[in-house]
């Protein structure tokens, strides 16, 4: 791996930099670098100069990551190791347009939000997030890195990554997952992305268990040709894929590739079986609170609680305020209000079947958080009120407690709390009630030609997408214990109504890379758990006002790669938990007034690479009455810099930083893709006042050629230049083909071919 180094390349002619900029004064500066590791620093210095390429802050005490400074803009480099690092502000990379290398290995992250890398540095091409506390990576975090070459995720407390994390990574050369604690082998990390830029992988040092549900893998682990790929990038890592069974007491492990003698020596599946559980317990309001459940099983269970008002935690879960759940099942709720008490339900899970345990709490008194759903919170807000910078002692410091369960025992704020500073009821490992208890037989719950394990039914069928595949036309009904549905890559031609009607606890469904055409109305009425809809690379060509009605929590709606031409008013109403919205790659050409109304928690909009020639302040300006809107992306559209955009005059000038409607679109970015002499200027520094009207020619076409300059202009230059002007008009309308200007106005004629589904496996993710 050629992850940035902990120290930059030093020089004999080094300077420090405090005489301009005193809060470098301990640093060194030359050509394009600035050092500033091993200076006791414990914030980013809040300016450095322009033009610097490599920035390193590694070997500090720095805690906090907020927004970096304007200044950075040019930097290539940054290196965060070896500090103190707890969190990252939500838009702390933003400005960073020309980041490629971001080492953040040995601090004390346990997750990063999907946010992080949204919007900035999305060139990133080497990530170093080793010996962190990371225990889980959830699937769309490094979903818009689609240069990232190289990841290293070692040497954290991995526990579980999701099946999908990596498969928009089609440059990605190099995957650390060594030395975590992750037991179940996905070959859908891989499969996605094997035949692109794979080169190296290291996978050991994790205790991969040779049980039952290795068998789901059994077609990767046997192909010859996946085989000899893999072992390839294995060796080239240094690293093999070794498993151990229940009997194996060396742990010396078998190769996962010797399918034939692996096969043979899988341990087999037996239900979970909880074996303790929290004692039922009073507890003070305001206080926090640990419940435990302890269980076991093969494959070793996963546990998840139920709450007293029907919310389910899970270690994956990002949707409640103080709420965590441990890889060994721990439940940390902070702040106990009224609201928390009654009975709790620690449902243990594995491939074999499940069993339920419950306990009860009784709150006494109250908390000023009483009022306060656990689910109804700005994620956003909490990260800037949960910090504020001390002056006196130059560093970040928490505003709110911060509780971790790490190692068997509590930290607060990374300080070891005793055991008599938190309520850890003891564990009842005998008399306690059982809720549920039934096995699954997966032969009979398990949807043919579909594989499942847990709580997933996974029917993508990459291997057999031809005529003669085992491709499904129908979404199969799913029994009640599974909640994630991947259909990626069938022939499904729409969305029926009713889809949940009889799998109401459906909370994940993956669509991508059908042949879906259609949404019947009605079809989603019953969906009010499902979290995750992707459809992409389908054959959609219209939304209709109120399509997704019944998707109330969704949060992820994923549509690129769709033939989506109009997004038409109210196309999302309802959708009140909408956070990610992805409309990539389609042929949109119009938003109209009302497309965005109603969603109230939306954070991103992505209409990158689209047919958009111009903006309107109508949907604008509704979409912006969001106060959490973050950002709008435009990027891969041709704007077309004539008088439509005089609106955003008061908007997107380079001194109207304060606007809401500057900082979602950050005119910045932004270039004219025509007329002539405005090609390649930002939106931020045209003159808005000497804007011209760009009208179509007759026989043009919507993103094509075949535009003049009209109005009063050309009819005072034509008179004044006579004949001369003439045949310059003249030679200009003759250029077909000339300007590439694209404008909504005019309609897009023989715009009905669909692609062919292609066998590119390119797919989302699950929980």
Excluded at 26 to 44: E, F, M, Q, R
Excluded at 119 to 146: G, R
Excluded at 211 to 225: A, G, I, R, S, V
């Amino acid at each position: 791996m050629k992850l940035l180094g902990s120290v930059l390349v030093g020089s004999a002619y080094s300077s420090s930099c405090g005489s301009s900029y005193p809060e470098l004064q301990n640093c060194n500066c030359y050509s394009t670098v600035v050092d500033c590791s091993n200076k006791g620093l414990k914030a980013i210095p809040g300016s450095f100069p322009r033009g610097k390429t490599r920035l390193d802050l590694s070997y500090n005490n720095i805690n906090y990551v907020n927004e970096l400074p304007d200044e950075l803009e040019d930097l290539v480099d940054l290196n965060l190791s070896h500090n103190n690092i707890r969190e990252i502000h939500f838009d702390a990379f933003d400005g960073l347009d020309n980041l490629e290398n971001l080492n953040l290995a040995y601090n004390q992250l346990n997750e990063i939000e999907d946010d992080i890398f949204q919007w900035n540095p999305v060139h990133l091409k080497t990530l170093d997030l080793s010996n962190n506390k990371f225990e889980f990576i959830q699937h769309f975090l490094f979903y818009d890195l689609q240069e990232i070459q190289e990841i290293n995720l070692s040497d954290n407390d991995l526990f579980f990554v999701h099946p999908h994390a990596f498969d928009e990574l089609k440059r990605l050369r190099t995957l650390n997952l060594a030395n975590n604690k992750l037991t179940e082998f996905k070959s859908k990390w891989f499969t996605s992305i094997i035949d692109d830029n794979l080169q190296e992988v290291m996978l050991d040092g994790n205790p991969w268990a040779c049980d039952c549900d290795l068998q789901n893998e059994k077609n990767f682990l046997q192909n010859p040709t996946i085989k000899r790929m893999m072992t390839s990038f294995l060796e080239r890592g240094g690293s093999s894929l070794k498993c151990n069974n229940k009997d194996d007491t060396h742990n010396l492990g078998m190769d996962m590739f010797n399918w034939s003698s692996l096969s043979s020596k899988l341990t087999p599946c037996t239900p979970p079986k909880i074996t303790g559980i929290s004692k039922s317990s009073t507890v003070d309001a305001g206080k926090m609170l640990l419940l435990k459940c302890l269980a076991e099983g093969v494959p070793q269970p996963k546990i998840e609680w139920k709450a007293p008002n029907g919310d389910v935690y899970r270690l994956q879960s990002e949707d409640f305020e103080g709420i965590t759940v441990h890889q060994d099942g721990a439940l940390l709720i902070e702040d106990l209000r009224k609201a928390d008490q009654g009975i709790y339900r620690c449902v243990a899970t594995n491939s074999a079947g499940s069993m339920e345990a419950s306990t009860k709490i009784t709150v006494t008194g109250s908390s000023p958080f009483d009022d306060n759903d656990r689910d109804d919170y700005d994620e956003d807000d909490l990260d800037e009120d949960g910090w504020e910078y001390d002056r006196d002692d130059n560093e970040w410091k928490k505003t709110r407690d911060d509780y971790e369960w790490i190692d068997g025992g509590m930290e607060k704020n990374g300080q070891r709390l005793d055991s008599n500073d938190y309520h850890l009821p003891g564990i009842n490992n005998e008399d306690f009630e059982f809720d549920n208890d039934y096995r699954i037989d997966i032969d009979s719950d398990c949807p043919a030609n579909c594989e499942c394990s847990s709580s997933t039914v996974d029917c993508s069928d990459a291997e057999n997408v031809g005529d003669s595949g085992r491709a499904l036309t129908k979404i199969p009904i799913i029994k009640s214990h599974y909640t994630h549905l991947d259909m990626t890559l069938n022939k499904v031609p729409e969305i029926e109504k009713g889809l949940c009607r009889k799998m109401k606890q459906i909370r994940e469904l993956k669509v991508d890379s059908n042949r879906i055409k259609n949404i019947e109305n009605g079809a989603f009425s019953d969906c009010g758990d499902l979290r995750i809809l992707t459809m992409r690379d389908n054959r959609l060509d219209e939304l209709r006002a109120q399509m997704f009605d019944g998707l109330d929590n969704v949060q992820i709606l994923v549509l690129d790669h769709n033939f989506l031409k109009t997004i038409p008013s109210y196309a999302f109403q309802g959708m009140d938990n909408l956070e990610y919205l992805y409309l990539k790659n389609n042929k949109i050409e119009k938003i109209e007034s009302q497309a965005f109304y109603g969603l109230k928690k939306l954070k991103f909009i992505h209409l990158e690479d689209n047919k958009l020639d111009h903006l309107d302040m109508d949907w604008v300006k509704e979409a912006v009455t969001n106060t959490k809107l973050e950002r709008i992306f435009i990027d891969g559209n041709n704007l077309v810099c004539d008088t439509r955009l005089k609106p955003f005059k008061d908007h997107f000038e380079n001194s109207k930083t304060s606007s809401k409607i500057y900082n979602v679109f950050q005119p910045t970015e932004l270039k004219c893709s025509s007329p002539p002499e405005l090609i390649g200027k930002t939106l931020n520094t045209i003159n808005y006042n000497e804007l011209v009207v760009v009208t179509p020619i007759e026989g043009g076409s919507s993103g094509g050629p075949g535009f003049m300059f009209g109005g009063v202009f050309l009819g005072a230059v034509l008179a004044v230049l006579g004949f001369i002007g003439w045949r310059q008009w003249n030679r200009r309308n003759s250029m077909k083909g000339g300007y590439g200007y694209s404008y909504t106005d005019i309609s897009t004629q023989g715009d009905s071919e669909h692609r062919a589904l292609t066998s590119n496996q390119d797919s989302e993710a699950f929980i």
